[in-house]
C-alpha cells in the first residue's frame, strides 16, 4: 500500500442532498440520524469541501423561488452559523486567503487540512423554481449560490433532463439563463441535462462546465451516465467530473461495494481524465447506499481503498485536490463583484 499509517485525508465533495430533506421535515437538524451528511460525519470523513444541492422536491408542488430561499436560510442556520461553523464557499480569494490557518488551503493536488470546519459551497439543481425567469439567477449569485444544473431528470423551461423522452436541448430563455451565468460567474453543471443540453451548454459557457454527480455509460448503461465523448469534451475544456455513488449508475444488477467505483475511474482515465475527477456523493438523495461509502465518514476507508490501486499523488487529486483546483481558477473574484 502505498499510504502512510493513520494518514488523514482531505475530500471535497460536490453533491449532497441535506437542504431538501430539512426543507421536507422541520424537525430535521443538522446532526439529525436520519441524514447522511452531517457535521460530525463531515469531520470524520475529513471533508474538507461539501457541496449543498438545492433541490425542491415535487412534493412542495409547483416549484417558486421562495423555495430556494427557504433553503438557503436552512443553509445559513444550520451549515454555517456560528454554533456549527461551515465556512462558506463564494469567492476564489477564500481559498487564497485562508492559506495560512488550520482550516486548508490547496498546495499541489494536495488541500492541507487537517482541523479546523470545513468549507460549504451552494448549488441549485433543477431551475424550475426559477419561475421562468433569467433575472433570478442575479437573485442567486446574490445569496451565495455558486454552481447551477439547468435541469433535474425532466423538461422545464430553460431546457430538457436527460430523462425527458423528445431529448431537446436548450430553449430561448435556457439560453438567455446560461449567458447570464456566464455574465455573473455563476459555474454550470451538466449533470442531468439532456445530451442536446449537454452540448449547447459545453458549446456556450464561459468557464468550464462540471457534472458534478455523474459516472460512465460505458461501464454502467444508464441515461445519467456520461457518453465518452462527453466525457472527452469535458476533458477538453478542462471541467470536472464528479463520481458519484448512486448504486444504479454504478453497476446494473448484484450488491454494489467500494470496488465498483474502481471500473468507472478506470474508463475515466483511459479517455485521458485523470487530472479531471473528483466526487459527487449524491448523500441524502440514495435509497440504497453502495457498501463501505453509506456516509462522509467513510471516506477514509475508501482513501485506502483507491491507495492500494493507484499512486498516491493522483488519488489527492481525486480526493479533494482537482475539485479545489477548478473552484481556485473558476469562481468569481471578489474584486470584480
Not at 42 to 68: C, D, K, M
Not at 220 to 231: A, F, G, K, V
Amino acid at each position: 500500500m502505498n499510504s502512510k499509517p493513520h494518514m488523514k485525508w482531505s475530500i471535497a465533495d460536490l453533491h449532497c442532498d441535506v437542504l431538501c430533506k430539512m426543507q421536507l421535515n422541520p424537525q430535521v437538524d443538522f446532526s439529525h440520524p436520519s441524514l447522511d451528511v452531517t457535521r460530525e460525519r463531515l469531520l470524520e470523513g475529513h471533508v474538507n469541501l461539501q457541496t449543498f444541492a438545492i433541490y425542491i422536491s415535487q412534493v412542495l408542488g409547483t416549484p417558486r423561488f421562495e423555495h430556494v430561499i427557504r433553503q438557503v436560510e436552512l443553509f445559513r442556520q444550520h451549515m454555517i452559523s456560528p454554533s456549527v461553523g461551515l465556512k462558506p464557499l463564494l469567492w476564489k480569494e477564500d481559498l487564497e486567503e485562508r492559506k495560512d490557518t488550520s482550516v486548508g488551503h490547496l498546495e499541489g493536488n494536495e488541500i492541507k487540512q487537517h482541523q479546523g470546519s470545513p468549507w460549504a459551497l451552494l448549488s441549485l439543481e433543477g431551475v424550475e423554481a426559477l419561475e421562468g425567469n433569467p433575472f433570478y439567477a442575479e437573485l442567486c449569485y446574490a445569496l451565495g449560490i455558486r454552481l447551477i444544473g439547468l435541469t433535474w431528470n425532466y423538461a422545464n423551461w430553460a431546457a430538457d433532463g436527460i430523462m425527458e423522452q423528445r431529448g431537446g436541448g436548450l430553449t430561448r430563455k435556457g439560453h438567455e439563463l446560461v449567458k447570464r451565468c456566464n455574465e455573473l460567474g455563476l459555474l454550470l453543471d451538466v449533470s442531468h441535462l439532456s445530451v442536446q443540453g449537454f452540448w449547447e451548454v459545453l458549446e456556450e459557457a464561459a468557464q468550464p462546465p462540471i457534472a458534478s454527480h455523474s459516472n460512465a455509460f460505458a461501464v454502467c448503461p444508464h441515461p445519467r451516465n456520461l457518453r465518452d465523448e462527453q466525457i472527452r469534451a469535458l476533458i477538453a475544456r478542462n471541467g470536472r467530473i464528479g463520481l458519484t455513488f448512486v448504486t444504479m449508475f454504478l453497476k446494473e444488477q448484484g450488491t454494489v461495494t467500494a470496488e465498483d467505483l474502481l471500473p468507472h475511474i478506470e474508463h475515466i482515465c483511459s479517455l485521458g481524465g485523470e487530472r479531471h475527477l473528483m466526487f459527487g456523493s449524491d448523500f441524502d438523495g440514495i435509497e440504497h447506499h453502495v457498501q463501505g461509502l453509506e456516509h462522509p465518514g467513510k471516506y477514509p476507508g475508501f482513501a485506502e481503498l483507491l491507495l492500494k490501486h493507484y499512486p498516491e499523488e493522483l488519488v489527492k487529486g481525486w480526493l479533494g485536490g482537482h475539485a479545489l483546483e477548478y473552484l481556485q481558477t473558476n469562481l468569481p473574484s471578489k474584486m470584480s463583484s
